[in-house]
Antibody
């Protein structure tokens, strides 16, 4: 069974940093593009960043470019999101998801809440 | 960036109704469109991919159609479990843009 489990969320002050993790199991993690999606309270879904297999291609939304860094550790089946210079508007539930080639996001984690507030 | 626009934003319907949600893209995305269902406090769930292909395990009352810039999600006979928010998403480009969502409420 495919499982994605996020961790690392919490309360952080504006300008602070946080590192999110996503532990994957039940599939060959190294073969898949992975993605972070966030959802602000009461709002819709927003793509944040994606990383291809072998980390060959990395992309960021304009809203986080230069502040967030996505990475992966295929040996430990883990995906990461390093978030620096956090702003109030980064407050959201952050989901990691698996990209099924040509078929959308077929597996999602349960999400981890990041709250940026003084 | 490609913009995705869904309509309506909210839809009130009864059990058994046929429901249609539309999604428009600001430029052609061929058939690279997915639909997701999200319930409160839960992660989204993939329903349809490549505009019209049903994800494994999804009931056949869900269907998708369209290509280019206009797409629809149809629920042929609304069931109690279907009251949720639905999102379209393009994956023609790397930016994976979502529509703003359509909330299906009980009438």
């Amino acid at each position: 069974e495919v499982q994605l489990v996020e961790s690392g969320g919490g309360l952080v002050k504006p300008g602070g940093s946080l590192r999110l993790s996503c532990a994957a199991s039940g599939f060959t993690f190294s073969s898949y593009t992975m993605i972070w999606v966030r959802q602000a309270p009461g709002k819709g879904l927003e793509w944040v960043s994606s990383i291809s297999s072998s980390s060959s291609y990395i992309y960021y939304a304009d809203s986080v470019k230069g502040r967030f860094t996505i990475s992966r550790d295929d040996a430990n089946n883990s995906l990461y999101l390093q978030m620096n210079s956090l702003r109030a508007e980064d407050t959201a539930v952050y989901y990691c998801a698996r990209v099924q080639d040509l078929a959308g996001l077929d597996s999602w984690g349960q999400g981890t809440l990041v709250t940026v507030s003084s | 960036d490609i913009q995705m626009t869904q309509s309506p934003s909210t839809l009130s319907a009864s059990v058994g109704d046929r429901v249609t949600i539309t999604c428009g893209a600001s430029q052609s995305i061929s058939s690279w469109l997915a639909w997701y269902q999200q319930k409160p406090g839960k992660a989204p769930k993939l329903l349809i991919y490549k505009a019209s292909l049903l994800e494994s395990g999804v009931p056949s009352r869900f269907s998708g159609s369209g290509s280019g810039t206009e797409f629809t999600l149809t629920i042929s006979s609304l069931q109690p479990d279907d009251f949720a928010t639905y999102y379209c998403q393009q994956y023609y480009t790397y930016s994976w843009t979502f529509g703003q969502g359509t909330k299906v409420e009980i009438k």
